[in-house]
């Protein structure tokens, strides 16, 4: 890939293609061009036939801190009625959906603080290590909006399950990497020095597996995760999202 990003770096090494989120004055918020260079990223990675594994990690302190929340106002001036947002939830939903359904193995590498915007991308890569002083939150309904972001419910309450995302969510707490396991959020933790050899380990045997075998797998994963759910109401993340925003936007200028 040779792609010159502004919020990413790319590195593409042999069978296993790493991308960090490269914006850490902002904690590597979550902006629209972040998710619009992710989706070109990602939407090449089925092309490239010699990619098993795919690294997502960030630059400096944190992970990721969120949506980038300055974007709002902006896209709110330019369209009150809330198109822009509903554009850029769109985007979010690609970009969680992209990792969890691309051919290859999808890997989150967690430090720092994981907040919002950041456990939805974390929580739509297939695997998930974190160093032990990893700090998680959702801290949507603090801000005064639905956790509606990427789709980011349905895949909490099928990996977490629905009494402790509840608690999760309605309080808006901090929670640390151990408990992030006990949870499934992470599926191992290791302190921070060792979590690249951590990754060694998955990455290793990953890459010697059959291309064919793997994709069929995570059909496999993705269907019979979806076999019980009825309806996908995340569908309509975008439009409470905007929604949700336009009014507090409205409130804030009363």
Same mark, same amino acid.
């Given at each position: 890939?040779?792609?010159?990003?502004?919020?990413?770096?790319?590195?593409?090494?042999?069978?296993?293609?790493?991308?960090?989120?490269?914006?850490?004055?902002?904690?590597?918020?979550?902006?629209?061009?972040?998710?619009?260079?992710?989706?070109?990223?990602?939407?090449?990675?089925?092309?490239?036939?010699?990619? &098993?594994?795919?690294?997502?990690?960030? *630059?400096?302190?944190?992970?990721?801190?969120?949506?980038?929340?300055? *974007?709002?106002?902006?896209?709110?001036?330019?369209?009150?009625?809330?198109?822009?947002?509903?554009?850029?939830?769109?985007?979010?939903?690609?970009?969680?959906?992209?990792?969890?359904?691309?051919?290859?193995?999808?890997?989150?590498?967690?430090?720092?603080?994981?907040?919002?915007?950041?456990?939805?991308?974390?929580?739509?890569?297939?695997?998930?290590?974190?160093?032990?002083?990893?700090?998680?939150?959702?801290?949507?309904?603090?801000?005064?909006?639905?956790?509606?972001?990427?789709?980011?419910?349905?895949?909490?309450?099928?990996?977490?399950?629905?009494?402790?995302?509840?608690?999760?969510?309605?309080?808006?707490?901090?929670?640390?990497?151990?408990?992030?396991?006990?949870?499934?959020?992470?599926?191992?933790?290791?302190? *921070?020095?060792?979590?690249?050899?951590?990754?060694?380990?998955?990455?290793?045997?990953?890459? &010697?597996?059959?291309?064919?075998?793997? &994709?069929?797998?995570?059909?496999?994963?993705?269907?019979?995760?979806?076999?019980?759910?009825?309806?996908?109401?995340?569908?309509?993340?975008? *439009?409470?999202?905007?929604?949700?925003?336009?009014?507090?936007?409205?409130? &804030?200028?009363?």
């Amino acid at each position: 890939m040779t792609h010159d990003f502004k919020t990413l770096l790319v590195t593409h090494e042999g069978p296993v293609l790493r991308v960090r989120l490269n914006t850490p004055d902002t904690g590597n918020a979550v902006s629209g061009l972040m998710l619009d260079e992710l989706l070109a990223v990602l939407g090449a990675l089925d092309d490239d036939t010699d990619i &098993r594994v795919l690294v997502l990690s960030g *630059e400096g302190d944190d992970f990721c801190l969120g949506g980038d929340r300055s *974007e709002f106002p902006e896209l709110l001036a330019q369209d009150a009625g809330g198109l822009a947002l509903r554009a850029l939830g769109n985007k979010a939903r690609r970009v969680c959906d992209a990792l969890a359904t691309t051919d290859v193995v999808t890997v989150a590498r967690l430090h720092g603080g994981v907040v919002g915007a950041g456990v939805g991308l974390a929580l739509f890569c297939d695997l998930r290590a974190g160093a032990d002083t990893t700090r998680f939150r959702l801290p949507e309904l603090g801000l005064g909006v639905p956790p509606a972001w990427g789709g980011i419910m349905p895949r909490l309450l099928h990996e977490v399950g629905a009494a402790k995302v509840r608690e999760l969510i309605l309080t808006a707490r901090n929670f640390d990497a151990a408990t992030a396991k006990e949870l499934s959020l992470l599926h191992t933790v290791v302190p *921070e020095a060792e979590l690249d050899a951590a990754l060694a380990r998955w990455i290793k045997p990953l890459v &010697r597996r059959s291309p064919t075998a793997l &994709r069929t797998a995570k059909l496999m994963l993705n269907a019979y995760g979806k076999a019980n759910q009825l309806a996908d109401a995340s569908l309509f993340d975008a *439009e409470l999202l905007s929604s949700a925003l336009s009014v507090a936007q409205h409130t &804030r200028r009363g």
